[in-house]
């Protein structure tokens, strides 16, 4: 994949969960904005309420969604069988669109309306939502390969030994030269190298790049124990939020509500 089709990808996860956002508050706005006691008499209820045609589509398919976005990411990640299937960070880019989308699903199937052992998945909802981001931030400082593995300090250091090797043997230009950090300055002591237009480009690319591996190999470490720290308090609140949200399922289907079918 070039990284302009996977930069489009991205962005259009990003555009569809915005979209379904603002649509879904836009076309539900009058209804979601009354007190939940006037609801009841709001010419479309029996439409957004949450056992209602849409209100519970949407929960629906906002749970099957999470499903899907979780249990596929955890079997591509941890069985072998599936591990020539894609590469694991176009995996974990879908995961994070598909329990971004449903979770917004599942908030208008709520009609924001929390309450009882509901109100115990929903919250927990959130909190994986939550740490998710904060995971993905943490899952960034970490140095991986294009297969998604994550790299020892060691591969780090030599990818910036390459790095610093080739801006040496090609472009004649010493790194530990470069005192500075800033890319202002950077720039001007480049300029005093007479390089072409199309090498400048270039050496400030190699530069940039060693830059960051050098920042994430001083904080490799932490990064890692932070990031197995993360998941000690990222996956309790996905059990409890797919535990409940089984119960929850059950429950519906017990009192006989079954949507379309």
């Given at each position: 994949?070039?990284?302009?089709?996977?930069?489009?990808?991205?962005?259009?996860?990003?555009?569809?969960?915005?979209?379904?956002?603002?649509?879904?508050?836009?076309?539900?706005?009058?209804?979601?904005?009354?007190?939940?006691?006037?609801?009841?008499?709001?010419?479309?209820?029996?439409?957004?309420?949450?056992?209602?045609?849409?209100?519970?589509?949407?929960?629906?398919?906002?749970?099957?969604?999470?499903?899907?976005?979780?249990?596929?990411?955890?079997?591509?990640?941890?069985?072998?069988?599936?591990s020539r299937i894609g590469?694991?960070?176009?995996?974990?880019?879908?995961?994070?669109?598909?329990?971004?989308?449903?979770?917004?699903?599942?908030?208008?199937?709520?009609?924001?309306?929390?309450?009882?052992?509901?109100?115990?998945?929903?919250?927990?909802?959130?909190?994986?939502?939550?740490?998710?981001?904060?995971?993905?931030?943490?899952?960034?400082?970490?140095?991986?390969?294009?297969?998604?593995?994550?790299?020892?300090?060691?591969?780090?250091q030599n990818m910036r030994?390459?790095?610093?090797?080739?801006?040496?043997?090609?472009?004649?230009?010493?790194?530990?030269?470069?005192?500075?950090?800033?890319?202002?300055?950077?720039?001007?002591?480049?300029?005093?190298?007479?390089?072409?237009?199309?090498?400048?480009?270039?050496?400030?690319?190699?530069?940039v790049r060693q830059r960051?591996?050098?920042?994430?190999?001083?904080?490799?470490?932490?990064?890692?124990?932070?990031?197995?720290?993360?998941?000690?308090?990222?996956?309790?609140?996905?059990?409890?939020?797919?535990?409940?949200?089984?119960?929850?399922?059950?429950?519906?289907?017990?009192?006989?509500?079954?949507?379309?079918?």
């Amino acid at each position: 994949m070039t990284k302009v089709v996977h930069q489009l990808i991205r962005s259009s996860y990003v555009a569809v969960v915005l979209m379904t956002l603002v649509l879904l508050g836009y076309f539900g706005f009058s209804f979601y904005n009354l007190p939940i006691e006037e609801r009841y008499f709001h010419s479309d209820y029996a439409i957004f309420k949450p056992s209602g045609l849409l209100g519970h589509g949407l929960g629906i398919i906002g749970t099957l969604l999470i499903l899907i976005g979780v249990f596929s990411y955890m079997a591509r990640k941890r069985f072998h069988i599936f591990s020539r299937i894609g590469v694991l960070k176009y995996w974990l880019e879908f995961h994070i669109f598909l329990c971004s989308l449903g979770p917004v699903l599942i908030l208008y199937h709520t009609s924001f309306k929390f309450g009882g052992i509901v109100s115990v998945s929903f919250w927990s909802l959130v909190a994986v939502v939550a740490s998710g981001i904060i995971g993905r931030f943490i899952y960034l400082q970490i140095p991986r390969s294009i297969e998604g593995r994550e790299l020892s300090w060691l591969e780090v250091q030599n990818m910036r030994n390459e790095l610093n090797n080739e801006l040496k043997t090609k472009f004649n230009v010493d790194i530990s030269e470069i005192k500075t950090g800033k890319s202002f300055e950077v720039v001007s002591e480049l300029r005093t190298l007479k390089l072409s237009a199309s090498d400048f480009r270039k050496v400030k690319q190699l530069i940039v790049r060693q830059r960051l591996l050098t920042r994430r190999m001083a904080r490799l470490d932490m990064m890692q124990n932070i990031f197995k720290y993360w998941h000690v308090a990222h996956l309790p609140f996905a059990l409890i939020m797919l535990i409940v949200m089984i119960i929850h399922v059950a429950v519906v289907l017990t009192f006989g509500y079954k949507w379309i079918f």
